[in-house]
Nanobody, 124 residues
Framework: QVQLVESGGGLVQPGGSLRLSCAASAFTLGYYAIGWFRQAPGKEREGVSCISTSDGSTYYADSVKGRFTISRDNAKNTVYLQMNSLKPEDTAVYYC?????????????????WGQGTQVTVSS
């Protein structure tokens, strides 16, 4: 059974950093694109970042470019999202997801498997 488990969320002050992890089970994460999405209270879910497997390309929402970095460790079957220079508007529940394809998609409805989410709160 395909399973994704996020971890690493928490409370951080503006300007701080967090690293989120997305651990996979029952499939080899390195074969497929993995996306990170987030949803803030009262807002629609939005795509944050994605890493493909065709050529290792990475994609970022404009709102996080230059601050967030996505990476994967195939040996650990885990994808990471390093988040630096965090802002209060980054506060949300963050989810990782896969549609078991090699390419990235910005559309959440194309993803079939989701983790349970991890809360990120940026506040002083």
């Amino acid at each position: 059974q395909v399973q994704l488990v996020e971890s690493g969320g928490g409370l951080v002050q503006p300007g701080g950093s967090l690293r989120l992890s997305c651990a996979a089970s029952a499939f080899t994460l390195g074969y497929y694109a993995i996306g990170w999405f987030r949803q803030a209270p009262g807002k629609e879910r939005e795509g944050v970042s994605c890493i493909s497997t065709s050529d290792g390309s990475t994609y970022y929402a404009d709102s996080v470019k230059g601050r967030f970095t996505i990476s994967r460790d195939n040996a650990k079957n885990t994808v990471y999202l390093q988040m630096n220079s965090l802002k209060p508007e980054d506060t949300a529940v963050y989810y990782c997801a896969t549609h078991l394809r090699y390419y990235c998609s910005a559309f959440g409805y194309e993803y079939d498997y989701w983790g349970q989410g991890t809360q990120v709160t940026v506040s002083s």
